[in-house]
């Protein structure tokens, strides 16, 4: 009997030992699946390898610029000053230089009597007042002289100016004598000086103008529309800037692309001022020592992870 009991003990010794080992067994693999369950943590690509660039102090000339024609300096309408003469002979044609004096043209001469003619001698052809360049004529042979009437138009001294077209704000900026810088034409640029600017603006259109004396007009027409810049600094002043590639635009909002510690890229407002070569003012919006995206920027999104070349 004590054997059999000794028996059966050790059977159930046995048996707990068996069941500890697979229990044992079955969580560590429970703690393994576990383990492989855990998936691992993201990591963010680069979406773009891109070169940056930071603000630099540069000195610039501080300009204004505007849009406006080339006009006469001054027009002299010639007109007949006798009537019932007939045209003999034109003598001028439009864009003909001229100098004062100049016959422009002839009037035939129907004196009947010595005195008549005496009279209508200085009558009989009209001369330029001034020297300068035909802008219109409108007498054509064999037609009758009328009184007041415009036969031709001076462009006194062959001088033009540029008429520049600014608001109130502009204007205040301006002083006579100032320099400016118009291009006409392919690419050609004119040095020409402030010679008048108005004293109000129109009420309907809010701008005024300035006149600015161009002292080399050879090859221009007048009419033509040109752009100008001013230099309203009277010297170089200091200012901070980025390459124009830098800078976007979305809408009415101008924006760079500020890269942080984590290489990520955060959109960032900025206020600009005047543009030089390839490079804008940067008014507002950005400290010194932050590092933008110098270009390639149209292809990010506010948040993406970027790699950085040197």
Do not use: C
Not at 32 to 50: D, F, G, I, M, N
Not at 202 to 229: E, K, M, N
Request: charged share 20%; aromatic share 4%.
């Amino acid at each position: 009997m004590r054997v059999a009991i000794q028996q059966n003990s050790l059977f159930l010794k046995l048996a707990l030992s068996g069941l500890l080992l697979a229990g044992g067994a079955f969580w560590l693999a429970g703690n393994s699946k576990a383990e492989q369950a855990v998936p691992a943590p993201a990591v963010s690509r680069p979406a773009l390898t891109v070169r940056t660039t930071l603000l630099r102090d540069d000195k610039w000339t501080r300009t204004l610029t505007a849009n406006g024609s080339i006009l006469p300096w001054q027009e002299a309408i010639i007109s007949m000053q006798v009537q019932g003469l007939r045209i003999a002979e034109v003598m001028v044609s439009i864009g003909d230089h001229v100098k004062e004096g100049d016959v422009l043209l002839t009037l035939d001469n129907f004196a009947r009597s010595a005195d008549d003619a005496a009279a209508r001698a200085t009558q009989s052809r009209i001369v330029a007042p001034d020297s300068g360049v035909i802008s219109a004529a409108n007498a054509n042979v064999g037609s009758m002289s009328q009184p007041g009437v415009e036969v031709f138009r001076l462009i006194r001294k062959g001088r033009l100016e540029w008429r520049a077209e600014l608001t109130a704000e502009e204007l205040m900026l301006l002083r006579k004598g100032m320099s400016a810088d118009i291009t006409v034409g392919e690419g050609r640029v004119i040095k020409g000086t402030v010679r008048a600017i108005s004293p109000s603006v129109s009420a309907q259109t809010r701008y005024g103008y300035a006149l600015v004396s161009l002292p080399d007009s050879s090859g221009i027409i007048a009419g033509v529309y040109a752009r100008g810049t001013f230099d309203v600094s009277g010297g170089k002043r200091t200012l901070s800037s980025l390459p124009q590639s830098a800078v976007m635009q979305r809408g009415s909002t101008t924006y760079v692309l500020v890269v942080d510690a984590d290489k990520r890229v955060h959109e960032r407002p900025v206020k600009i001022g005047q543009r030089t070569g390839d490079r804008i003012e940067i008014k507002q919006g950005l400290k010194a020592n932050e590092t933008v995206v110098e270009s390639g920027g149209a292809f990010l999104t506010e948040g993406d992870v970027v790699q950085v070349v040197k």
